[in-house]
């Protein structure tokens, strides 16, 4: 997969992302919201993608120092998107096996670490419950700008509603035609019966009916939209991004 770092800066795709990272920052405002979840209502939704390339987005900042977490115990995938090896990572550091200065991957130096899954646990429900992971979570907040952590998704198991208890915010993906609005909506609900702070949604895959467009990213903003996922306002205006096929 290529990751917009390897495209041309005035790509649609690149532009798309740094719409994105703006709302994120103006929701920001008052510097409470460091770490951010992403999840989607069920799998290939494109959630891995998007927060790769969102983290990417977010390291070309100014004296910002942003860390990527894979946080899909089950089924974990940024060290392929990055080509990386994933036999150390998180559950190392939870175990006590190695410190993170060992186990975490530079991608830009001073700007963007990954930390990948490491080994997969038998209990990965267990493990995001733990004292552990809770204190792993706010010890790396001082070390870093924004965290944004990968995890399954949240219409399939619950490990995405715990981890939004340990986030400031959640980015909700939603795949254009491969996801059923009812589940998407359920999935929904999930989070926010645990008061998770949803920022907005990413819509994905949308093929435009126009033909020098091929996907579509945007962000709900109210009540008024295609495909609503719920009357309450997520964001405070509308915005509608047109990709074209790289």
């Known amino acids: 997969m290529r990751t917009i770092d390897r495209l041309d800066g005035k790509s649609p795709i690149v532009e798309a992302y740094r719409s994105i990272r703006t709302n994120i920052e103006y929701a920001n405002l008052d510097k409470k919201l460091k770490v951010i979840l992403v999840t989607s209502t069920q799998q290939n939704e494109g959630k891995s993608t998007i927060i790769a390339n969102?983290?990417?987005?977010?390291?070309?900042?100014?004296?910002?120092?942003?860390?990527?977490?894979?946080?899909?115990?089950?089924?974990?995938?940024?060290?392929?998107?990055?080509?990386?090896?994933?036999?150390?990572?998180m559950m190392d550091v939870l175990k006590g096996d190695k410190a993170l200065d060992k186990v975490i991957y530079h991608l830009q130096k001073g700007k963007l670490d990954l930390l990948t899954t490491g080994i997969m646990p038998p209990n990965p429900g267990e493990v995001l419950v733990t004292d552990r992971m809770k204190s792993f979570i706010e010890e790396i907040r001082e070390d870093y700008d924004y965290i944004f952590i990968d995890s399954p998704p949240v219409g399939i198991v619950s490990d995405a509603s715990v981890l939004s208890q340990l986030s400031d915010g959640v980015v909700f993906v939603i795949s254009s035609g491969e996801v059923e609005m009812d589940f998407a909506k359920l999935a929904k609900e999930k989070l926010m019966n645990v008061d998770a702070k949803i920022l907005g949604a990413v819509l994905n895959k949308y093929e435009s009916h126009n033909s020098d467009y091929g996907y579509y990213y945007g962000e709900y903003y109210g009540e008024k939209k295609k495909k609503k996922l719920s009357k309450k306002n997520i964001f405070k205006r509308k915005k509608r991004l047109k990709i074209k096929k790289a």
């Open 54 to 89: 969102l983290a990417i987005s977010f390291s070309s900042l100014q004296d910002k120092k942003i860390l990527l977490i894979d946080g899909d115990l089950r089924n974990p995938s940024l060290h392929r998107i990055f080509e990386l090896s994933n036999s150390k990572g």
